[in-house]
């Protein structure tokens, strides 16, 4: 042992105490428990944006629909599209120029068409859950009335994964419980588009 002045020896331990370890232990657990929050929230901040880019893809989709059938644009005119409203495919399918469709016909078919990439009805797991689309989506598709050239309306809501203050943008999906008891889940996307009738 080392001696110090006046003969006495120095007893003071070199390493770690039970206070420093239990210490360590507790910063680690509190690290630990924020790296897990911030990976719980990055999820849900990435599922969310996928989310709303799937709304937009979707938007654009059937606005170019309604301009290629802009004879019959007064059909294309719907609320609450989504989870399988419009039942089957409806008939002829409008699918191939074998089909002979007037333009109501082919926007009722794209309408369908539309709807099951909203709920994602192509998109299967193994035991048939849909695994694409949009969470419990609605859509409405407003416009001037009777089929004329003028800015028409199209809203997606889906479900959001936190909660948040109800959008004011549109109606569309309000009050369908779908959204939480104040429609606080709920998610939009509205765009206002000018379509014509003329070729």
Known sequence: MPLMMGGETDNRQSGFTLLEILIALIILVIGTFAVV????????????????????????????????????LESYEATDLGSGSLGSEPSPGCTNSLDSCSGSQLAAHDLWEWEQLLDGASELSAGGNSTGGLLKPTACIAGPGGGVSG??????????????????????????GNYGASDEFRRVMVLDTYISTAN
């Open 37 to 72: 929050k911030l990976q719980m929230t990055s999820r849900s901040s990435n599922y969310d944006s996928m989310q709303r880019g799937i709304a937009g893809i979707l938007v654009h989709d059937i606005t170019e629909r309604m301009r290629a059938n802009n004879d019959a």
């Open 151 to 176: 800015t028409y309306t199209v809203a997606i809501a889906w479900r959001g994964k936190r909660a948040l203050s109800n959008p004011t943008s549109t109606t569309c999906g309000e009050g369908s």
